[in-house]
Structure formats: structure tokens, C-alpha cells
């Protein structure tokens, strides 16, 4: 197992070093040197994984990071063998060469379980940006530390070992341990420990030994996480050991473009030394396994053995897998045809509640086949009902990327759209003063709105694309009761037949509308990485500009009215120190050239009935506007802005802000025809289980409301 700091105390020397005061404040410092120290380093990576199923139910499915367990089977064991390549600041690759075990369809350890192990001890936060350090440049602001010991190592050099615990209860605050060298202030062991509402964990790092080249650097993780959810608990074990290749001090100067990130990414798995041989195992071990563990395997082949022996019964194995789409996330792969992927289909953290738009559930499939060249075929179907509105929403987005080193592609989009009421309605809503001007007042007739559009794509230089193609919707009248009949005025003196016909003829009327789209999308100095021949877009430290222009030709393609749009939008991410971000998007549209009727839909102002936030499903839209108004007004201005940090309030308030990852504040500001402006301003808070934001609308400085928004965000973080 991993080997600490074998060490003598001296009591005769240890007058000098009693406070921790300057101990922690000259390890925070020195952490600000050794956090950037490493540039990169190759490793080979054994993990090997144990967990002990304590007890289970039908719910245990309903976590997508855990395997479906055997029936009466509760002890597993799996390991892997990889390649690691660590790229600063924080790029992992992580390759794996071999991985065997008792756990169904096992390979790389995924998700929650690598965090624990991609750790640089002197950076400012742990599990990528989840944690704050003990050891960040602020770290006081929110941890007590203490002085536990000093004692001297079995060259003479003094070690203290100080423990921190956090200032204030939360999820993003851990207690702990560490020992620091004197002779130039680095960890030489770091144990942290905490809590979310789920899981228990502890995780346990030695470093390399003192004076060495590996001293700033990890050799050693054991990690013990417990996870209790809804009666499910599991007891997970982990050993880590890296034995180190290569380790680069200084940045190396690299000759392709400085956007290009490629030499820090590769794929997850070398399929072409891929194995999963159990006695293969033997040399890459850096330990013997246990007794126990030797056990697990044994029983694990004789009920291998045992199962190839017997029948299932077919209606048993209908239900089992009956069970598994209900309540189980799903990949289905085949080398030939692709894979498909869904959530479960009786999930409720697919549900999402707003005061404004009731009750949504929604539903994704995805289905991806990649071909020779890198090239690859997407079809993302999209369903969502909406309660309060009783309407059915879906949409299939299709895509084949038949050049992935420019990002060529061939997208075709159709589904159905929002309901809306056509441009005869402007005009009425023009005429009428906004002192008495109430849109809720007005009778609107609806038309459904179904839409087919094909696009080609391409990124002409890095960080530019360009994207033309055809846009048309087809819209009919919302279906009434035979005993109602449209507001439509018609001459009095006209045949009482002929009048009959001709509202029978407006309420059947059919709208079409077809024509060109060209939009441009850029981002200065975007970053990226190839993987294989395919480009893959990271992030940018400028914002995005968005230009969208569109065309309808009256006439073309049985097209029955003409317009023009134009819609404009920059938006970006901006992340600030120690987890705070800010994020905005401003942008504007108008419909110029509008012949005879016509639609206005905007396509960067919409309203979603269905959960569609920015970064948290939440920010980035307006969340309490009435849907009436987005089809109100042949222009528009808007802004949103959100700012995220750990701690704005609750921290100060109750005990129970630990199950409060972050806290938001959002703006939101609208000007239109008869909006001057609308504002809506909104507290949130996210946590592992959902996200919660709170807003206060205003209607040109009046007409206040109150309404809030949940989405369930369980697993997903």
C-alpha cells in the first residue's frame, strides 16, 4: 500500500514551531509556484476498484454511474491498466491499455471515480473545480487549520502536520489533514474527506519522495466512498498507483497554432492494445491481490460458469428487460449499425415545474454512427409534453459531419414549433395606446407550426463558421369547436352562403412559408483539438458573435407571403476565481419587407415550453414573460445576464446551505412594442438534486409578478 513519511518525533526541537499561522501562510504560498510547476508528464495508471453492494432496490437503477449488479451477487472487483497523460492546467488523457474484473461491461472508470484521481493538490479547487482547496490562495477566508505535530523526518528535516476544517457547513468544503516539509514548504501527504447528500468520501494522497523529481507530484491515492440513496448502499474502495515516464518543469514551445490543444488530447482507449485477460494482470500489479479479492474472482468465474450452463426463461428475460427501459438509462451498440442512447423512460428527474409554464416532462434519444474517416452520423429525436398547455412537443435533429477536420456538415431539423398567431394582430396591438395596453385582453387566433429546414455547415477558418440553407414551416389554425367561429370581419351585405365559404376558407387556410438562411457565428481565438480527423471546439477567451439573416420568397415552393429577418447576438462565459463565473447574452432582431400576412418568429427569441436554459437551464432566458408576447412586436432587444459564485448568502443564514453547491443572480431586460422595458430579476441555487431560481418581473416599471422555476439536476453534475 502506499508508504507515508517514516518519521521520529524530537521533542527537544520543536519549541520554535508551535503556531500554524506561518506554517499554512508559507505553504499557501509556495502552493502558488508548485500549482504551475509541472507543465506535463506521462504515468502508467493501475486502479483497481472494490465495491460491496450493502443493499439494493428497484431504484438502484436509477444511478447512471453504477453497473447493473447480478442477482444475489454484492461484492465486485475491477481493475484497470492505462497510459495517463496530464497536460496543464488541467487536461487529462487518459489511455487505457487493459481492465478486467467482475463488473458487467467494465472498462475505464468514468465520471464521479476519476475526479478523485485527477487531483493537483496545489491548485485552487479539487474534483475539477467541485471543492475549494485547503491550500487555494484564499483558503483562510474558509478553513480553520491547526497544528497537530511537528516532528522530523530520517534525514533531520522537520515535518508539522496541520489539520483544516471548514468555517461553515457545505458541500464545497472538506476537513482534513497534511504533512508539510520545512525545507521548502510542499505536502508530502494530503487527506481530505466530505460529504455531498449522497455520497460519504475520503480520499487519502501521498507524493513523491522529497528532493525527487516526482516530489510535487502524486505516486499514491486510496479513496473510500460510501454512497447512500434512497436505501441503495454501496461501499466503493479504490487504490491508485502512478508510476511516472516522463515529467516536463517548463513549458515546452510548441510550433503549431497556440489554439490547437491536440497534443493534449487523445481517445480514452488504445483499441488496438485493448485487453481484458485477467492474467495479464499479474505483471501490472504493483501489489498482491488480498485473500478476499481472490475470492471474488474465483466465485465470479464458477457463476460464469454455471450461467453458460443454463436457460433463462424468455419471459423472464422480456420483463427483466422490460424493467430496464423503464427505469434504466440505456446504450445499445453494434458495430455495424451504431449505438443509441436514452434516459430512463420513467425518470422523474426528466421533470421540470414553473409557475408560468406548468408541469413539462421531456425525453432524449440519441443515436450516433461514426464511419471510416472520422466521419459521423447523428439523429437526436426530442420529446416533451407540457401539461399545462396540453400540448405535445417533438423534434428530430439529424446531422451527418462528412468533413470533420472543417466541421463540414449536412444538418436536417423538423418537429413541431409553438404555437403563434399571425402578423393581422400587430396592427390592432399597434393602434391601441400602452396605457390601456393588455395583451391578455386580446382574442388571438392560434395556427400550429410545423417545421422542416436543411442546412450545410462549415468552419471556413477557426472559430468562423458559416452556415446556409432552407427554412419552411407549414401553419394551419389551431382546430375549434364547430359551434365557435373565428373574429373575422366580413361585408354585411354579402350572400350569407358565400359568407359561410369564406370563413370555412380562413379557417382551413393553410400558411407556407419557405425561403433562405444564412447565418455566421464567430469566435476569436477559439481553442480546440483534433481527435483523429475530427475538429473539436473547446472554448474561447472572447465573446461569440452570432449573425442570422432569413429570407421568405412569396411564391417559392408554394410559398404564401414574403418577409425578411434579421436577428444579431453575442454572448459568452466568463469564469472568474475560485468557481464564480458571469455569463451574458445581448441581441436584437427585426422583420423588414413583410408582404402581406405573415409570421413573427423569431428563432434567437422564442418561447420554450419545454426546459432549454443557458448553463443552467434556467439562466440565459426569460422565465416569467408571457408567451403571447414573443410574437407581438416585428422587433426586439434583449440582455441576460447570470453571476454564479459558492457562497453570495446562505452560508450566512442557515445551517442547512452545505446542500447549496452555488448561488446565482439573474438579469433579465426586454424592449419591444409596448415593453419599455420588461425586467425580470431572479435569485437561484443549484444543488445535486435540482436547481431552484426565484424572479421578480416588472412590466414598464409596474404591473410587478412573482414566479420561480425548478429543474432536477440529480447525477448530472
Not at 88 to 103: E, H, L, S, W
Not at 245 to 261: Q, V
Not at 317 to 331: H, Q
Request: proline content about 4%; overall charge neutral.
Amino acid at each position: 500500500m502506499c508508504e507515508g513519511i517514516v518519521a521520529q518525533e524530537s521533542k527537544e526541537k520543536i519549541e520554535s514551531y508551535t503556531t500554524v499561522r506561518p506554517v499554512i501562510g508559507n505553504t499557501i504560498e509556495a502552493a502558488k509556484i508548485y500549482g504551475e510547476a509541472i507543465s506535463e508528464y506521462t504515468a502508467e495508471l493501475y486502479i483497481k476498484t472494490n465495491f460491496d453492494i450493502e443493499s439494493r432496490n428497484i431504484l438502484f437503477r436509477l444511478i447512471p454511474m453504477f453497473f447493473k449488479p447480478k442477482r444475489g451477487v454484492n461484492q465486485y472487483i475491477a481493475e484497470s491498466y492505462s497510459d495517463l497523460h496530464y497536460t496543464a492546467p488541467n487536461i487529462y488523457d487518459q489511455k487505457v491499455k487493459a481492465a478486467t474484473g467482475t463488473i458487467p461491461r467494465f472498462g475505464a472508470p468514468k465520471g464521479l471515480t476519476l475526479e478523485y484521481f485527477h487531483i493537483n493538490i496545489y491548485g485552487s479547487t479539487l474534483l475539477y473545480d467541485k471543492l475549494i482547496s485547503p491550500l487555494a490562495a484564499n483558503a483562510k477566508k474558509y478553513y480553520e487549520f491547526s497544528l497537530d505535530s511537528v516532528f522530523y523526518d530520517e534525514n533531520d528535516i522537520v515535518h508539522y502536520k496541520v489539520s483544516y476544517e471548514p468555517k461553515k457547513s457545505s458541500f464545497q468544503l472538506v476537513s482534513g489533514e497534511m504533512v508539510i516539509s520545512s525545507s521548502n514548504w510542499t505536502v508530502r501527504s494530503l487527506t481530505f474527506y466530505g460529504r455531498s447528500e449522497f455520497f460519504i468520501f475520503n480520499n487519502k494522497i501521498e507524493m513523491g519522495e522529497l528532493g525527487s523529481d516526482k516530489e510535487l507530484l502524486p505516486v499514491c491515492y486510496n479513496a473510500h466512498i460510501y454512497m447512500n440513496f434512497l436505501g441503495n448502499k454501496v461501499d466503493g474502495n479504490y487504490y491508485v498507483n502512478l508510476d511516472y515516464e516522463t515529467i516536463e518543469t517548463e513549458t515546452k514551445k510548441i510550433k503549431e497554432s497556440k489554439y490547437d490543444l491536440s497534443k493534449s488530447y487523445k481517445f480514452s482507449t488504445d483499441t488496438c492494445s485493448y485487453s481484458t485477460d485477467q492474467d495479464i494482470f499479474n505483471k501490472f500489479r504493483p501489489i498482491e491481490l488480498s485473500e478476499e479479492e481472490k475470492n471474488i474472482y474465483t466465485q465470479y468465474s464458477q457463476d460464469s460458469a454455471k450461467l453458460d450452463k443454463s436457460k433463462v426463461k424468455k419471459n423472464r428475460t422480456f420483463w427483466g428487460d422490460f424493467g430496464d427501459l423503464l427505469i434504466s438509462s440505456n446504450t445499445f451498440r453494434s458495430e455495424q449499425f451504431g449505438n443509441v442512447k436514452f434516459s430512463p423512460l420513467l425518470n422523474p428527474f426528466m421533470l421540470s415545474f414553473s409557475g408560468t409554464n406548468g408541469l413539462s416532462y421531456k425525453q432524449t434519444i440519441k443515436y450516433n454512427h461514426l464511419f471510416n474517416g472520422d466521419r459521423l452520423l447523428r439523429i437526436v429525436p426530442k420529446m416533451g409534453y407540457n401539461f399545462k398547455q396540453r400540448e405535445f412537443y417533438w423534434s428530430v435533429n439529424s446531422s451527418l459531419e462528412y468533413w470533420p477536420q472543417k466541421r463540414g456538415s449536412i444538418r436536417l431539423d423538423l418537429g413541431k414549433g409553438n404555437p403563434l398567431y399571425a402578423s393581422a394582430a400587430l396592427k390592432e396591438f399597434s393602434d391601441t395606446p400602452d396605457s390601456i395596453f393588455d395583451i391578455k385582453k386580446f382574442d388571438l387566433e392560434y395556427y400550429k407550426n410545423y417545421y422542416v429546414n436543411l442546412y450545410h455547415s462549415i468552419e471556413i477558418t477557426n472559430g468562423l463558421t458559416v452556415e446556409v440553407g432552407l427554412v419552411s414551416h407549414r401553419r394551419k389554425p389551431v382546430s375549434k369547436n364547430k359551434s365557435e367561429k373565428p373574429n373575422i370581419d366580413l361585408p354585411v351585405s354579402r350572400n350569407s352562403e358565400d359568407v359561410e365559404e369564406e370563413i370555412e376558407e380562413k379557417i382551413n387556410k393553410t400558411y407556407i412559408s419557405c425561403g433562405p438562411r444564412v447565418m455566421l457565428s464567430w469566435t476569436p481565438g477559439q481553442y480546440y483539438y483534433m481527435n483523429g480527423k475530427r475538429k473539436i471546439n473547446l472554448h474561447g477567451n472572447y465573446p461569440t458573435i452570432i449573425f442570422d439573416y432569413e429570407r421568405g420568397i412569396k411564391g417559392f415552393m408554394n410559398s404564401t407571403g414574403g418577409y425578411e429577418k434579421l436577428e444579431l447576438e453575442v454572448q459568452q462565459y466568463i469564469p472568474l476565481s475560485l468557481m464564480k463565473s458571469v455569463s451574458y447574452r445581448l441581441g436584437g432582431g427585426k422583420f423588414t419587407n413583410q408582404d402581406q400576412l405573415f409570421f413573427v418568429d423569431f428563432a434567437r427569441f422564442t418561447k420554450h415550453n419545454l426546459p432549454i436554459g443557458w448553463k443552467d437551464e434556467i439562466g440565459g432566458v426569460f422565465q416569467l414573460l408571457d408567451g403571447r408576447w414573443y410574437n407581438s412586436s416585428r422587433h426586439y432587444i434583449r440582455g441576460h445576464v447570470t453571476y454564479e459564485s459558492p457562497f453570495l448568502f446562505l452560508r450566512h443564514l442557515t445551517k442547512e446551505s452545505r446542500f447549496v453547491l452555488n448561488e446565482r443572480l439573474y438579469l433579465n431586460v426586454l424592449g419591444m412594442k409596448h415593453l419599455n422595458p420588461y425586467v425580470e430579476m431572479g435569485y437561484g441555487i443549484g444543488t445535486h438534486i435540482f436547481d431552484l431560481g426565484l424572479f421578480l418581473s416588472s412590466t414598464n416599471w409596474k404591473d410587478f409578478k412573482f414566479g420561480f422555476e425548478i429543474t432536477f439536476e440529480l447525477f448530472s453534475r
